[in-house]
C-alpha cells in the first residue's frame, strides 16, 4: 500500500468543518487572532487539533496558529483544506467540511496583515469537549480482542479484524459509534457483516490480529451512516423506519486504515451499538457501479470509465460510496429521469485516494421510476500528474491493489413504496449476473 504522500500530509495539518458564511470584514478593521481568528478556529479546527487527536499538532493558542499561519492560508485559499471532495451545488450532503469565501479571505488578510494577536479581552474561552459516548451510553459496547501493532514507519496499513456481535431477540440495530484508541493513526474505519464464514478463516490463518485488507471491505458494508468513520464525523441514527436487523452467528467486521506516525503505536478500537425495538418499515439495497474495463496506457490523461443501471420504480439516494485509486482524477455520478433534465448525485473532480468518504444525501434524493444513474470518471496516467505514483508513468489495469485502477461507487436506496422492494432487487440481481456473464466470456 501507498504511504501518505508529503502532498497529503499537507492536506492533513488542517482539518476544518462546515460552518455558516462569516460577516466579510470591513477593509478597514484588520483582522486580530483573538476577536476574528480563534472563534473560526476553536469552532472548526480545535476538534481535531488538540493533543490525542488525529491531527498532527495543535491548534488551542495564538502561538499553535501563529507558527503555521502561512500554511492555513495557502491550503484553504488553494481550498486543498477542508478536505471535502466534492463540488458545491452537485449534491447535497450531511456534514460538509466548506469554508466560506468570507472566512477563507478573513483568514489570508490576517496573515498578509502580520498574522496580529489582538486585545486579550476580545479572545473567547477554548473549546471544551466530551470524550464520552455522543449518542449517549450504547447498548452494547465491542472492543477488539488484541490491540494491533503499527510500525513506524511504512506503507499505511488496511486491517480487517473480527468481532463478535450478539443481538438480544426482538431489538435492532439503530446507530453505531466507533471510538478509536488511538486517533493518530487511524485515518478511517468502515464496517461490514459476514455472514459466510470466510472472514473468519482468513483471520484464523494470520497470525497477527486481524488479517490483510484492502479497500473492497469482506463481506457487506452497513447501511447509511453505521457504514464508515472518519476524524470529524458525528454518529448519527439511521432516518426513520430504518434499522437494521441482525442474524446472530454473524461475524462483524472492523476494517481500519491505518497510517504510520513516525513511532511505533498500537490501535485497539472500540465500537458503541444502539438498538431500537423498532423492526425495519423500510428497507435498503445497495446497488454496486464498476467499471473494469481497465487499462491505460502511459501517457494518457483522459481514460474514460463508465457504469450504469435504471431503477424499475420509485427510489430514493440516501448515501454513496465512491472508489477510485491513485491516478483517478475526476468522478460524477448523474440521474437522468425518463423526462426533466438530468441533474448531478455527486461530481468529485480532484479526486484523492487519500480523502475517500461516504457521503450522505441531505435530504435524501427521489429518484422517478425509469431513472437512469451514470457513473462517468477520468483517470490520468500521465507524468504530469502529481498524484501519479510512476515516473515515468506505466501501464495500469483493474484490479484491488492500490497500483491497479478502479471504478466503482456503492449507492445505498430505499425504495418509496416498500411493496416495491422485490421489483428493484430483482432488478439488481439480473443486472449482477448479467456482468458476471459478459467477464466471463473474456
Not at 483582522?31 to 469552532?43: G, S
Not at 491550503?75 to 463540488?87: D, E, G, Y
Not at 488484541?146 to 480487517?160: H, I, L, M, Q, T
Request: with cysteine.
Amino acid at each position: 500500500m501507498k504511504a501518505l504522500s508529503f502532498y497529503t500530509a499537507l492536506i492533513a495539518l488542517l482539518v476544518l468543518r462546515s460552518a455558516p458564511a462569516a460577516d466579510a470584514l470591513p477593509s478597514s478593521e484588520p483582522p486580530t487572532f483573538n476577536k476574528h481568528i480563534a472563534p473560526l478556529v476553536f469552532e472548526h479546527c480545535a476538534s481535531c487539533h488538540r493533543p490525542g487527536e488525529v491531527a498532527p499538532f495543535s491548534l488551542l493558542t495564538f502561538s499553535d496558529v501563529k507558527k503555521r499561519a502561512g500554511q492555513i492560508a495557502q491550503l484553504t485559499t488553494s481550498r486543498l483544506m477542508p478536505p471535502w471532495k466534492s463540488v458545491e451545488g452537485h449534491g447535497r450532503f450531511i456534514g460538509e467540511r466548506r469554508l466560506s469565501q468570507d472566512q477563507i479571505d478573513m483568514l489570508a488578510r490576517w496573515v498578509s496583515q502580520g498574522s496580529v494577536e489582538g486585545d486579550s479581552r476580545d479572545l473567547p474561552p477554548a473549546p471544551k469537549f466530551n470524550d464520552s459516548w455522543a449518542l449517549g451510553q450504547p447498548d452494547i459496547v465491542l472492543t477488539m480482542p488484541e490491540p494491533y501493532p503499527v510500525p513506524a514507519d511504512g506503507p499505511d496499513v488496511y486491517r480487517n479484524f473480527i468481532l463478535n456481535l450478539e443481538i438480544p431477540a426482538g431489538k435492532y440495530i439503530k446507530a453505531l459509534e466507533y471510538r478509536p484508541s488511538n486517533r493518530r493513526v487511524v485515518h478511517h474505519a468502515l464496517f461490514a457483516s459476514d455472514a459466510s464464514g470466510k472472514a473468519r478463516k482468513d483471520d484464523e490463518a494470520d497470525p497477527l490480529p486481524g488479517f490483510q485488507g484492502s479497500l473492497n471491505i469482506p463481506g457487506r458494508l452497513f447501511p447509511g451512516s453505521m457504514s464508515a468513520w472518519a476524524p470529524g464525523r458525528e454518529a448519527r441514527p439511521l432516518p426513520d423506519n430504518i434499522s437494521m436487523p441482525w442474524k446472530n452467528g454473524t461475524d462483524l467486521i472492523l476494517q481500519l486504515h491505518l497510517h504510520p506516525s513516525g513511532k511505533p503505536e498500537v490501535e485497539q478500537s472500540t465500537i458503541g451499538f444502539f438498538l431500537t425495538d423498532e423492526r425495519p418499515r423500510r428497507s435498503m439495497v445497495d446497488v454496486m457501479l464498476l467499471d473494469n474495463k481497465i487499462d491505460i496506457p502511459p501517457g494518457e490523461a483522459a481514460f474514460r470509465t463508465r457504469d450504469e443501471f435504471s431503477v424499475p420504480v420509485e427510489m430514493e439516494v440516501l448515501a454513496l460510496f465512491p472508489h477510485m485509486h491513485l491516478i483517478g482524477r475526476d468522478f460524477r455520478i448523474t440521474a437522468v429521469p425518463p423526462t426533466g433534465e438530468p441533474f448531478d448525485l455527486i461530481w468529485i473532480n480532484d479526486w484523492d485516494f487519500n480523502w475517500q468518504s461516504l457521503y450522505q444525501c441531505e435530504p435524501s434524493v427521489r429518484l422517478p421510476a425509469g431513472t437512469k444513474v451514470v457513473l462517468e470518471a477520468l483517470h490520468d496516467n500521465s507524468a504530469a500528474n502529481i498524484r501519479n505514483p510512476q515516473n515515468p508513468p506505466r501501464r495500469v489495469t483493474f484490479g484491488e491493489e492500490t497500483s491497479n485502477e478502479m471504478t466503482a461507487a456503492l449507492v445505498q436506496l430505499v425504495p418509496v413504496q416498500e411493496a416495491d422492494l422485490t421489483r428493484m432487487t430483482d432488478a439488481n440481481k439480473r443486472r449482477i449476473v448479467s456482468a458476471i456473464k459478459a467477464t466471463a466470456k473474456k
